[in-house]
C-alpha cells in the first residue's frame, strides 16, 4: 500500500474533515458588507427602471404602428 500522505509535517489540509477544519479556523477572517439603508434600494431602483425603459419601448413601438 502506497503512502499518499507525504513527509511528516507537510500535511494536505483537505485530507480530513478534522484537518480541513483547523485549516478554515487559520484563515483570517474577512469582513461581512452589512446591509445599509442605501443597498436596499438598489433592487427596486433597478426593477423602476426597467419598467421605464419597457413603456418608453412600448411607446416608441405603437407610435410607429399607429403613424
Known amino acids: 500500500m502506497a503512502n499518499t ?3 511528516q509535517g507537510n500535511y ?3 485530507g480530513s474533515t478534522q484537518m480541513f477544519r483547523a ?3 487559520e484563515a483570517p477572517q474577512t469582513s461581512q ?4 439603508p442605501s443597498s436596499t434600494g438598489g433592487p427596486r431602483i433597478g426593477l423602476i427602471l426597467g ?3 419597457v413603456v418608453v ?3 416608441a413601438v405603437a407610435w410607429l404602428a399607429l403613424k
Not at 458588507?33 to 445599509?36: G, K
Open 57 to 59: 419601448v412600448v411607446a
Open 12 to 14: 494536505d489540509p483537505a
Open 33 to 36: 458588507q452589512t446591509a445599509s
Open 23 to 25: 485549516f478554515v479556523d
Open 51 to 53: 419598467v421605464v425603459a
Open 5 to 7: 500522505q507525504g513527509p
